[in-house]
Nanobody
Framework: QVQLVESGGGLVQAGDSLSLSCAAS????????MAWFRQAPGKDRDFVAY????????YYRNSVQGRFTVSRDNAENRVTLNMNSLKPEDTAVYYC?????????????????????WGQGTQVTVSS
């Protein structure tokens, strides 16, 4: 069993940066691949970024490539999403998710049904 708690959301202006953190409880954190998803009002929960259990493999949705960076600290049981050059369209609730598979391909990494555990989410609002 893994429990996930996100933090770091807030209200920022377009062009600003923000860092989200996801703290995980439970054992064998490094065996879980982790991901960030986001959900805007009235829309589906969409994939944002993925990192494998070792941290060697990452994937991003096209619209955040080059602006967002996902990283993990397995000693601290923590995953971080650094977001730069934020845009109003980045506004959403951001969720951390854990996958019992240590790594997967880029297609499955984007499928929210493949994740076993979810956090409660943290709101990110970007004003124009």
């Amino acid at each position: 069993q893994v429990q996930l708690v996100e933090s770091g959301g807030g209200l920022v202006q377009a062009g600003d940066s923000l860092s989200l953190s996801c703290a995980a409880s439970g054992r064998a954190f490094s065996t879980y691949a982790m991901a960030w998803f986001r959900q805007a009002p009235g829309k589906d929960r969409d994939f944002v970024a993925y990192i494998s259990g070792t941290g060697y493999t990452t994937y991003y949705r096209n619209s955040v490539q080059g602006r967002f960076t996902v990283s993990r600290d397995n000693a601290e049981n923590r995953v971080t999403l650094n977001m730069n050059s934020l845009k109003p369209e980045d506004t959403a609730v951001y969720y951390c998710a854990a996958d019992r598979r240590t790594s997967t391909n880029s297609v499955r990494a984007q499928n929210r049904d493949d994740y076993d555990y979810w956090g409660q989410g943290t709101q990110v609002t970007v004003s124009s």
